[in-house]
């Protein structure tokens, strides 16, 4: 007597879900370059393109890390009905 189950993985994501993020993350782009620049005509622009990459690296982990958590809340994971 072997009862083995079998699942079906779905998938409900739509794009609605990742709009507002992504959203977000093109607004946190577009301030740090509006910064960078604002501190271009300074007299050390390298601090500007410093300050813009070390924005991009660090909001990336974040990024990533609320698509993971928003994509894994999204699947199912259900028996199958035969």
Not at 35 to 58: C, D, N
């Amino acid at each position: 007597m072997s009862s083995s189950t079998k699942y079906i993985l779905k998938c409900n994501l739509t794009f609605g879900d990742i709009y507002v993020q992504i959203l977000a993350w093109m607004a946190v782009i577009f301030i740090s370059l509006a910064g960078g620049l604002g501190l271009m005509g300074s007299s050390k622009p390298i601090f500007a393109l410093i300050g813009v990459g070390l924005i991009l690296v660090l909001s990336l982990p974040f990024l990533l890390f609320a698509f993971v958590t928003t994509l894994l809340n999204n699947i199912e994971i259900d028996p199958q009905n035969t």
